[in-house]
């Protein structure tokens, strides 16, 4: 199914380089239901799919880090600026 919709999408959706991988919109880590919904594919190649990786790790880590609440001031908030 996946090289079914590489066949169908052969260029990446960020950079229309030949698309290798398939990565998911919505992690399958929040909804494991969208696993196999191909809405939820998108074509991408090596690059952006490394790319894309990275931005869902850096994005969960900062909603871990909004939840913690922060002891001291940010030393790059405008304020302090
Ligand atoms: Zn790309």
Redesign the pocket.
Known sequence: MRAAFLAANPR?H??G?HATHVDHTIPVSSRPDLLMDVDNWRP??A??SARQGARIANSRRNSGNSKRPSARPDPYSPDVL
Do not use: G, L
Request: glycine letters at 0%; a negative charge.
């Open positions: 990446c960020e950079c380089a991408h190649c690059t952006c």
